[in-house]
């Protein structure tokens, strides 16, 4: 990407005491990507966060957010931001449109048009005038997407956006994020650690542990680049080892759990199906074992505990 | 970016969308009824001086306005720490020194509207049932400085520093409020030092030592100055030093909140 990066994180270092809880964080995001902050618990992503977003201060390096620094002019940097930081909470004695109102006061660009269009995204309009205290979770977790995305900001930043959402609105709201970014070319960043969502919903993830960003890879390109590759790939058959036998050891095939089990790319898999085919070999299934982010995850965090 | 006075228009939403703040206001409206009407049933004359009435009446409740005031300015920061609105407070393009002033600006005007009501009433319904008298030797004492004055300067200048000595005290509430995530603890301490203020006053009076006339408490009570008196009898202050000491204190309390705020780290 050689756009100009929406926010870019240049070594930023958080030390509480002694402790040192972001070490020299380095990151860029580009509009139009959704990008995800994996780590484990207490890997310090909800701190990074809320240094992006002024509510901490860093101890050094600094945070810009379209060319402002958060430090030295924090109110051209927020203008950019909208933001879920945990969960969303709010006044829980006015009632939604009341909210919304509240934060649209805080911001000039916001109309009244805005706000209804707004509610009307998120699938709030029958409920915005109850009082909160009234919502479910989800509703509120839909009230803190309005007030995120009313002011049409550059970078959008979720803290575990998915959070006591149904899968039908977890679903909903990653069409939405990808909309955001396709669309309106808005960066997206979401931290999570459910890895499966993150699969799903982002372009490229950085992950954190223990304060450090010990990785930053790109997901869509992988997805595109493992066709060509070998993969694990698994045939349900009704002779296993019958199976075998035809296939005189191709792709070093073995039985796993009664499924036979080989390596082989997209090609390979079909001309193994004909010859199982051929040979009077019933095949009820063919999936591969695309190494998921989980898998990757685990792989370079290793199995460590919270530290 | 948008102007500030939007600021203050949703602090001044926060509270009067909530209803303990018109609990607080059905009170300040009752008590000058309810004293009034307290008064014809268990007096036996049946009159009374509408001025006095009123004075009556006004300390009463400002030392409830001043609670009431207490209570809002405790929960001003502090509860938007604990509900964790705060976040999505402080993520919004204006300084955290605009955000905190807006919050200061609706303490005042909240404060100014129950002073208001206040007067309303204990001077509208004490004219009402007393009428209105133009006799004012119950009311201002023979050695006040205001003697021979009007009873609207008087009571104008009672007002005044009534206000001025909730208003301090509304800043160290304030203080308190930045300082202190919980609310039930800023408002819960508030309160305990403006009963304990009375006792160190109580208790300051009967030292000599130099000091005591630069202590807040020493300086509060500025309305005894009206009667010819001091806020602490053994020390000759006037009102012009203790008004002085009084925005010494009152400078410092809010350069203190102000400090906080700013560089606060939002954690919860």
Sequence with gaps: MSQVPVARLQDVTKRIGSRTI???VSLEIYPGEVFGFLGPNGSGKTTTIRMMVGLMAMTSGDI???GHSVRTHYPQAAAQVGAIVENPEMYKYLTGYQNLLHYARMNASITRERIDEVVKLVGLSGRIHDKVKKYSLGMRQRLGVAQAVMHRPKLLILDEPTNGLDPAGIRELRDYLRQLAQEEGTAVFVSSHLLSEMELMCDRVAILQKGQIIDIRSIRGQAASAQQQAEEALFDVDRPEAALGVLQ???GGRIVDGLLELTADRNEIAEVNRRLVEAGIRVYGIRTKTKSLEDQFLEVTGSETIG | MAN???LVQNENMKIYRRMRTWVMLGIVVLIPIV??????????SKDANNWEMMQLETTILFSLITIFTVVVAAD???GEFSTGTIKLLLIRPWSRSSILLSKFIALVLFSVLLSVVCFVLTWGVNTLVFGFSSD??????ANSPLAGQSPWTYMGLDYLYEWIELIVIVAFAFMLSSAFRS???AIGLSIFLLFAGSMITGLLSVTNKPWVKYVLFSNLDLTAYLNGGNPVPNFKTTVGFSLSVLAVYFIVFNIVSWTIFRRRDVAA
């Excluded at chain 2, 004012?136 to 004492?141: A, E, R, W």
């Design chain 2, 76 to 78: 001003s920061v502090a």
């Design chain 2, 4 to 6: 500030f006075w939007k």
């Design chain 2, 35 to 44: 004293v009034t009407v307290a008064f014809l049933l268990l007096s036996d």
């Design chain 1, 249 to 251: 050891g191709q792709g």
């Design chain 1, 22 to 24: 972001i070490d020299r």
């Design chain 1, 64 to 66: 810009s957010i379209g």
């Design chain 2, 183 to 185: 609310s039930g603890l």
């Design chain 2, 136 to 141: 004012t030797s119950g009311l201002i004492p």
